[in-house]
Structure formats: structure tokens, C-alpha cells
């Protein structure tokens, strides 16, 4: 682990949140003239996940930021003409196209490793890159199916082919039909320019915490590190040359970095209120999320129903830089059900109203249903609040 860093800011704890709110795109006007591909590049990653309630994560990112974007638009900005290509980044994440070549390192480290105890036949990885070759782009579905028609971790030979062929970069995910991955050949899908293994993984790793750095605006060893699924270690060796700068915040009681230009200028401007999926990159991180906003929040859909608090996906509200409760939505014909919404305190009655009649009007609704409020006596308050915003 590397020593201290001298600090050259010290910033207040109320500074520091202001900064990671602008870097993530909500204070501020938004830069709805670079939409969503903007939006991908600004934080350069957007994780997906399967789980779709009022829609999926990836679709959730950029409506947090821009607002109402069509949503028949949001795909077709992350795949058409070849800006994203889809790999292992703090998840399963999109990733600008522009960044291929960054994430090498992590290529040669999967192919220098096995994986999955998956054995296969002799020839069955060259058969599925000569199919691709010859018929182009295929789900593993048309590539001979996904499964053993056992469970759904019992992938076929030709799904372990395939997707040993993605974390190698012989094979690109290029897009996601009916939330099947679409691969096709790196050489055809990789603009040629950006087709290159030969950064070194030193290069590779400086770049991607220089990007995380500046997506998070600020952040602690772990917050930066964590953006990109980098180890510690990893961070330490390259932060000296990332451009990053060292930096005290008040009240987090351990080393920080910020990018420069997010300390130029003072962090003002309007801020955005929404509901925010779990999976975006304000908060995905748990421990920064509590240090920056006093906020804890827990993914409860893998929980069992009867030890559930908040709900199945409960969704934090986001409003005048503060994370002010949450609720758990659904969708129920043309009605948007918040099923529980818990507010932390009763200035987010107005805000979580205005989040919930938006946010039903992007997906659709035309109604919204509050069934159950925490704590009771603000409950009255929120359907008032509701009707009022529908009008």
C-alpha cells in the first residue's frame, strides 16, 4: 500500500458530495445535446443487470440524467454504428468503443487463466468463431443453443465457447436482443483503428483510473479503484501518473483524489431529482454512498420476500443533492404502483411525488398508485402530493 498523499485541497464533506454529484451528471444543466451516448462516455461505464421493473439498469442510467429520453432511442444510442461494446468492467457493463483498447490487460489475464472448470471438445471453440465468421453476427441461441436443458448455469459447449471467446476479445457483445447478447468477430465489429492488444497493462490500468477519476469527480483509494474492478495494489502503482490529484475531505478520515478539473470551478447549478436504479455508478459502491450521503441502501431482490425492508427493487430517491428515502415500484397495466415508499424525512413527500409522476409518464403510466408509506402519517401527504402532480 502507498503512503498518504500529500494533499494539495482540503475540501468540506458537503463540497465533496457537490463534486461527485456534477461528475456524475446531476447538478448542473445536463448535456442533452450529447444524450445518451454523452451520457456513456461522461461516466464510461453503464452496468446492466436482468432485473426490469419500471425498465432495466442500462435504460435507468441516462433517464436519471437527461430525464424523459424515448426510450426506443436508448438502445439504438448504445449500438448502433459501433459506440459500445459490452464487457467485464465493474460489472457487466457497456463501455464507449473508444476504450477497447484499455481494457487489454484484462483480456490477457483471462486467457491466461481457466475459467469456469468448463472442458471443452476438441474444435469446439474454432467451430463457433467459423460460424460466426461465415454467417456474422449470432446469439448463442443460433449459435446451437444456451443451455443442456438443465439449469440455467448448464450452458452448452457452444455458450462456453462463445463466451471464453468474449473475455478473450476474439469475440465482441455488440448489442443485447430480447436480452440475449448478439457476438460477432472482433475484427469485424472493432473499428481497425482501435483493434490493438499492445498497450501494456501499466498503460491500461493508469487510463482506467484516470477515467474513474474523473466519472466519480472524487473518491477514496477503493471508490476509484472499485469503478473498474482494479485491486488496490493496482491503483497504487499507476495513481502517480493518473493526473489525479491528492486531496482531504472532511469527515472521511482517509486519503482522496479528485480529478483537476472538477476542483476549477466551483460545483453549482441545478439539481436533478430522481429515482435512481441500484446499478448506477453514484451509488453503486455501498461504504462511499454511506460516507457521501449518510445514506445505506441494500439490493433487496436477492433477499427473501419476508426479510425484505424496502422492497424488491426499491429505488433511492435522489433530490437537491441528498438521498432522501426510496420506494419500491411496479408497473400495473398503466398504472405505476409504489408498492413501499419510504421517505427518510417529510421534505421528500414533494420531491418523491414529482419522481414518481415522471417516471410513470417515461414508461407509459398514465396513474400512479401509492399503496404503503413509511412512516403511515406521511402517507396522506404523498397521495396528496401525487394527485396534485398528475393534475
Same mark, same amino acid.
Given at each position: +500500500?502507498?503512503?498518504?498523499?500529500?494533499?494539495? *485541497?482540503?475540501?468540506?464533506? %458537503?463540497?465533496?458530495?457537490?463534486?461527485? $454529484?456534477?461528475?456524475?451528471?446531476?447538478?448542473?444543466?445536463?448535456?442533452?445535446r450529447?444524450?445518451?451516448?454523452?451520457?456513456?462516455? /461522461?461516466?464510461? %461505464?453503464?452496468q446492466?443487470?436482468?432485473?426490469s421493473?419500471?425498465?432495466r439498469?442500462? @435504460?435507468?442510467?441516462?433517464?436519471?440524467?437527461?430525464? *424523459?429520453?424515448?426510450?426506443?432511442?436508448?438502445?439504438d444510442?448504445?449500438w448502433t454504428?459501433?459506440?459500445?461494446?459490452?464487457?467485464?468492467? /465493474?460489472a457487466?457493463?457497456?463501455?464507449?468503443?473508444?476504450?477497447?483498447?484499455?481494457?487489454?490487460?484484462?483480456?490477457?489475464?483471462?486467457?491466461?487463466?481457466?475459467?469456469?472448470?468448463?472442458?471443452? =471438445?476438441?474444435?469446439a471453440?474454432?467451430?463457433?468463431?467459423?460460424?460466426?465468421r461465415?454467417?456474422?453476427?449470432?446469439?448463442?441461441?443460433?449459435?446451437?443453443?444456451a443451455?443442456?436443458?438443465?439449469?440455467?448455469?448448464?450452458? #452448452?459447449?457452444?455458450?462456453?465457447?462463445?463466451?471464453?471467446?468474449?473475455?478473450?476479445?476474439?469475440?465482441?457483445?455488440? @448489442?443485447?436482443?430480447?436480452?440475449?447478447r448478439?457476438?460477432?468477430l472482433?475484427e469485424? *465489429?472493432?473499428?481497425?483503428?482501435?483493434?490493438h492488444?499492445?498497450?501494456?497493462?501499466?498503460?491500461?490500468?493508469?487510463?482506467?483510473?484516470?477515467?474513474?477519476?474523473?466519472?466519480?469527480?472524487?473518491?477514496t483509494?477503493?471508490d476509484?479503484?472499485?469503478?473498474?474492478r482494479l485491486?488496490?495494489?493496482?491503483?497504487?502503482?499507476?495513481?502517480?501518473? #493518473?493526473?489525479?490529484?491528492?486531496?482531504?475531505?472532511?469527515?472521511?478520515?482517509?486519503?482522496?483524489?479528485?480529478?483537476?478539473? *472538477? $476542483?476549477?470551478?466551483?460545483?453549482?447549478?441545478?439539481?436533478?431529482?430522481?429515482?435512481?436504479s441500484?446499478?448506477?455508478s453514484?451509488?453503486?459502491?455501498r461504504?462511499?454512498?454511506?460516507?457521501?450521503?449518510?445514506?445505506?441502501?441494500?439490493?433487496?431482490?436477492?433477499?427473501?420476500?419476508?426479510?425484505r425492508?424496502?422492497?424488491?427493487?426499491?429505488?433511492?430517491?435522489?433530490?437537491?443533492?441528498?438521498?432522501?428515502?426510496r420506494?419500491?415500484?411496479?408497473?400495473?397495466? #398503466? =398504472?405505476?404502483?409504489?408498492? /413501499?415508499?419510504?421517505?427518510d424525512?417529510?421534505? %421528500?413527500?414533494?420531491? +418523491? %411525488?414529482?419522481?414518481?409522476?415522471?417516471?410513470?409518464?417515461?414508461?407509459?403510466?398514465?396513474?400512479?398508485?401509492?399503496?404503503?408509506v413509511?412512516p403511515?402519517?406521511?402517507g396522506?401527504?404523498?397521495t396528496?402530493?401525487?394527485?396534485?402532480?398528475?393534475?
Amino acid at each position: +500500500m502507498t503512503s498518504a498523499p500529500t494533499p494539495e *485541497a482540503e475540501l468540506s464533506a %458537503a463540497d465533496a458530495r457537490r463534486i461527485a $454529484l456534477r461528475a456524475q451528471g446531476f447538478l448542473g444543466a445536463p448535456d442533452r445535446r450529447g444524450g445518451v451516448r454523452g451520457v456513456l462516455r /461522461h461516466l464510461g %461505464a453503464v452496468q446492466l443487470d436482468t432485473i426490469s421493473v419500471l425498465a432495466r439498469s442500462h @435504460e435507468l442510467i441516462p433517464y436519471a440524467r437527461l430525464g *424523459a429520453v424515448g426510450r426506443s432511442s436508448v438502445e439504438d444510442a448504445y449500438w448502433t454504428e459501433t459506440h459500445a461494446f459490452e464487457y467485464w468492467s /465493474h460489472a457487466a457493463c457497456i463501455l464507449p468503443i473508444e476504450e477497447w483498447p484499455h481494457f487489454a490487460f484484462r483480456r490477457r489475464a483471462y486467457r491466461n487463466r481457466p475459467h469456469w472448470n468448463h472442458q471443452l =471438445t476438441d474444435g469446439a471453440y474454432e467451430q463457433v468463431i467459423k460460424q460466426l465468421r461465415t454467417e456474422g453476427p449470432l446469439t448463442a441461441t443460433e449459435l446451437g443453443g444456451a443451455k443442456n436443458k438443465g439449469e440455467w448455469w448448464d450452458w #452448452s459447449e457452444s455458450k462456453v465457447a462463445v463466451e471464453r471467446a468474449l473475455m478473450y476479445g476474439e469475440v465482441v457483445c455488440t @448489442e443485447r436482443r430480447s436480452w440475449k447478447r448478439v457476438y460477432d468477430l472482433a475484427e469485424r *465489429a472493432v473499428p481497425q483503428e482501435l483493434l490493438h492488444d499492445d498497450l501494456d497493462d501499466r498503460e491500461c490500468r493508469r487510463r482506467l483510473v484516470r477515467l474513474a477519476g474523473e466519472a466519480l469527480g472524487i473518491g477514496t483509494r477503493s471508490d476509484i479503484a472499485d469503478y473498474h474492478r482494479l485491486k488496490n495494489e493496482e491503483f497504487d502503482e499507476v495513481v502517480e501518473d #493518473s493526473g489525479l490529484v491528492p486531496v482531504t475531505v472532511e469527515g472521511w478520515g482517509k486519503p482522496a483524489w479528485a480529478d483537476p478539473a *472538477a $476542483l476549477a470551478t466551483p460545483a453549482r447549478g441545478r439539481h436533478r431529482t430522481t429515482l435512481l436504479s441500484p446499478f448506477d455508478s453514484l451509488i453503486w459502491e455501498r461504504p462511499r454512498t454511506e460516507r457521501i450521503f449518510g445514506f445505506t441502501h441494500r439490493l433487496e431482490a436477492y433477499v427473501p420476500k419476508p426479510k425484505r425492508v424496502y422492497g424488491y427493487f426499491a429505488m433511492p430517491l435522489l433530490a437537491g443533492g441528498e438521498l432522501l428515502g426510496r420506494v419500491d415500484p411496479a408497473r400495473e397495466g #398503466s =398504472t405505476l404502483v409504489a408498492r /413501499h415508499a419510504s421517505l427518510d424525512t417529510p421534505k %421528500a413527500v414533494e420531491p +418523491m %411525488a414529482k419522481a414518481l409522476v415522471e417516471a410513470a409518464g417515461w414508461v407509459g403510466c398514465t396513474n400512479v398508485r401509492v399503496e404503503r408509506v413509511t412512516p403511515a402519517e406521511l402517507g396522506p401527504r404523498l397521495t396528496a402530493a401525487v394527485a396534485a402532480e398528475l393534475g
